[in-house]
């Protein structure tokens, strides 16, 4: 399965050590990228208590290559980098393929 984002009703997800990543695609009239970037940090985590404003979370971008690297890049200078750790593709009806 490719972790390209086809639809609106996908997303790619990936797991720091206290955190999640979330990579959606925008609106085709948004003008501020193609791909919006999310951070939820772990309740009570010590990333959550070090963030702030000037981590500029959500995120855009117009590029999805340059978003998963610049993301990737993030997680690995705060410390966050999970080793093998890879892009997951989502979609509202994910939850259908669990067992």
């Known amino acids: 399965m490719?972790?390209?984002?086809?639809?609106?009703?996908?997303w790619l997800d990936m797991r720091g050590r206290e955190c999640l990543i979330t990579m959606t695609m925008r609106p085709h009239y948004c003008d501020r990228g193609n791909y919006l970037a999310l951070l939820d940090a772990d309740a009570g985590s010590g990333l959550a208590l070090d963030l702030d404003?000037?981590?500029?979370?959500?995120r855009y971008y117009f590029d999805l290559d340059r978003a998963k690297l610049e993301c990737?890049?993030?997680?690995?200078?705060?410390?966050?980098w999970v080793e093998g750790a890879t892009w997951k593709l989502c979609s509202e009806f994910s939850w259908l393929r669990q067992k």
Do not use: M
Request: no cysteine; aromatic share 8%; glycine share 8%.
């Open 72 to 80: 990737e890049a993030w997680l690995k200078k705060r410390g966050q």
């Open 53 to 58: 404003g000037q981590d500029l979370w959500p």
């Open 2 to 10: 490719s972790n390209d984002l086809t639809s609106p009703h996908q």
